[in-house]
């Protein structure tokens, strides 16, 4: 049985179609919001999925859920120490682990994590899109350059906000930074504005690095890399552009901010979410340039895709066992493959090309 906890969400609710047409076991959503429905922790099955009454603050409510579970999917966004300890209920009932958000519990408790998987930051971005270069790089021999473009408009979680600001404010992200010959430089003169037909929209390009970055770029092996967050002018690229982290004290309120900006500007612009990204390098010693593209319909789609293409990975024995982020699972073929297999994206092409090109050839086609 698969657990999905918060699985009547915008995001949970998206993982559990998915699951319930790749997946033939029983699956059961819990929440409080079952509480009227369902008495004495039982659970009532409706829809084809259990439905099950699940209290995160209550120890022996989550003990409960869990019970029984081969994997157990968090999608409620609630907060690290309950998070925390649904990660340590799973690895006491020997239960697989799916996280969408950061899991402060397995980044310091990944050594003793064995014998199960236990996967956080599952999502699409903090997620699978850092895994599309690596996907990328398979067509080549030698790689030179890189670039990545995440695009999306939806609305932000409380914890993806949070997780936003506290990755900007407090040293994990570094902004206007590209990679190039081996070094960590400045890319102010980057940061520029950019028009992608396929979105049939105007972007504005942010480079930054991080952590993920590095790892990609050193495992690659590339010269120059630049990674972008790309945004369309509006209420939300307002305020992440006035964010002052010398006040990083009042994150709270500035979450709430981005919250309902957000929502204000998918409201207008709607939604969506994609990645680019272009390679250039070498295949067979010939030098050659290719491009991925990838775009779905919302955030929440890319990333309840990710999350149920995960699950199906644990599932079928391919997931190597241990806690970390999913941008660090190794076997990056058969997880693209798989997110390929359930096909929930609008477009999912690989050309050989530059970007700008790429996107004049396809933009007719689709």
Partial sequence: MIGIIGGYGDIGSKVTSILKMFYYGEIKIGGRKYQEIVQ????????????QFVDLKNFDSIRH????????????????????TLAEICYDNNCHFVDVNRNDWLLKNSFIVK????????????????????????????????????LAQGEFSYNAARDYVEGLCGGQVKGMMKYKEGKCVPAIEDATRIYIPIFNKEFKIYPYI????????????????????????????????KINCTQFEQTDGLVQKICSSSKLDSKIRGRYAGVIVQMRGEIQDILTEKTLLIKYDSPALFTGSAIATTVISILEGKTEHGAYMLSDFTDTAGLI??????????????????????????????
């Fill in 40 to 51: 004495n922790c039982a659970s009532v099955k409706e829809d084809g999925v259990f439905k």
């Fill in 65 to 84: 859920f869990v019970v029984g579970c081969e994997v157990i999917v968090n999608c409620s966004g609630c907060e690290q120490i309950y998070s925390g």
């Fill in 115 to 150: 014998g199960r998987c236990h996967i956080h930051n599952a999502g699409s971005m903090p997620g699978i899109s850092e895994m599309m270069p690596g996907y990328l790089s398979l067509y080549f021999n030698k790689i030179m350059d890189i670039e990545f473009y995440y």
């Fill in 210 to 241: 991080d952590n993920t970055v590095l790892k990609c770029v050193k495992k690659l092996g590339c010269i120059n890399g630049i990674w972008n967050m790309a945004y369309e002018e509006g209420y939300t690229l307002n305020i992440f552009e």
């Fill in 337 to 366: 493959d798989i997110l390929r297999k359930i096909k929930t994206y609008s477009t999912f092409i690989v050309q050989s090309g530059k970007m700008n090109s790429i996107l004049r050839e396809i933009e007719g086609e689709i």
